[in-house]
């Protein structure tokens, strides 16, 4: 039982991606797609998001050999909880990233990766990003 109590311990992340995004009430986003990405740690344990980013893969064989064609960082996805940022169990974060022309063209052309990194895991979580556009409301 030692065993499993030890395997099972420590942060556990949820992420999830959603693309195609608009702003209400945010002038500095005002008429931009944007992606939003939520982080939520359901485990028992606190961990440290350090750096958010992005990994472009060309085709699938690039991704499963992991050699990406292109990667960038974004900088400053929260103008609130700035990076690094320390995510307590039980808590959510949020991060928001602009969606120009060129990560809508790596959205559809290959294939393309938010990538989180924090401070329990060497590797990062991947997440694709689908592009979509929302309609208007």
């Known amino acids: 039982w030692d065993i499993y109590k030890w395997r099972t311990a420590g942060p556990k992340l949820r992420v999830s991606v959603q693309s195609g995004m608009k702003s ?3 002038p500095q986003y005002e008429g931009k797609r944007l992606i939003h ?3 939520s740690n359901y485990g028992d344990r606190p961990t440290t998001i ?3 980013g992005y990994l472009y893969f060309a085709n699938l064989w690039t991704r499963i050999r992991g050699r990406p064609d292109a990667a960038a960082i974004i900088p400053n996805p929260c103008d609130v909880h700035l990076l690094p940022y320390e995510l307590k169990q ?4 949020s991060g928001i990233a602009i969606q120009d022309d ?3 063209k790596w959205a559809t052309e290959g294939r393309l990766y938010f990538v989180l990194y ?4 060497e590797q990062p979580i991947y997440r694709r990003v689908v592009a979509r556009e929302r309609s208007n409301i």
């Open 50 to 52: 350090t750096n958010l």
């Open 37 to 39: 990405v939520n982080v």
């Open 24 to 26: 209400i009430n945010m």
């Open 102 to 104: 060129q990560v809508t």
């Open 90 to 93: 039980g808590n959510l974060w």
């Open 118 to 121: 924090h401070s329990h895991r």
